[in-house]
């Protein structure tokens, strides 16, 4: 059997006390140690996990934020291409409205022209009927006969007008 001496019951002791003094200065401020640690990596990979996700969020929402504003881009010149449209359209409404309304003008004033152009011709032949006939009744007819000629001849000259 074994025997116990004192020499071994000494190791044994000493080897007892050793555990305990590596138990009590070592082995618990390791283990707190890495308790401490495993729970700040946890704490990181959390903060890590949720941080991820805030980005995501964030890019998400700033995909949705610049595609709202490429409509709206979009929709702004859309809305500027049909005001130019309307616009250039309204132009040239208002410039064939003008055209017109010289043309029609022009017409009037010309109308206008050829009146007054047929009232001094009318004048004129007027004139000249009285003056010839003037002169040719003189020659042959009576004062009566001349007046009476010259009012036929200015009914005849109105009735052709």
Excluded: C
């Excluded at 595609?67 to 359209?89: P, Y």
């Excluded at 055209?99 to 109308?111: M, T, Y």
């Amino acid at each position: 059997m074994i025997e116990l001496n004192r020499t071994l019951l000494f190791q044994i002791i000493n080897f007892l006390v050793l555990m305990g003094f590596l138990y009590l200065f070592l082995f618990k401020p390791i283990s707190r140690f890495l308790a401490q640690r495993s729970e700040s990596l946890k704490r990181a990979g959390e903060d890590a996990e949720r941080s991820r996700t805030e980005a995501e969020a964030k890019l998400s929402e700033y995909r949705e934020l610049l595609s709202q504003a490429g409509k709206e881009i979009e929709s702004m010149k859309d809305a500027a291409k049909r005001e130019v449209l309307d616009h250039r359209r309204l132009i040239i409404k208002e410039a064939k409205e003008e055209s017109r309304r010289l043309i029609e003008e022009a017409k009037e004033e010309i109308e206008g022209e050829v009146r007054y152009a047929r009232q001094q011709l009318w004048r004129e032949v007027v004139d000249l009927s009285s003056t010839l006939a003037e002169k040719v009744i003189k020659r042959s007819l009576k004062e009566e006969d001349q007046r009476r000629l010259i009012s036929e001849s200015l009914d005849q000259l109105k009735e052709k007008e």
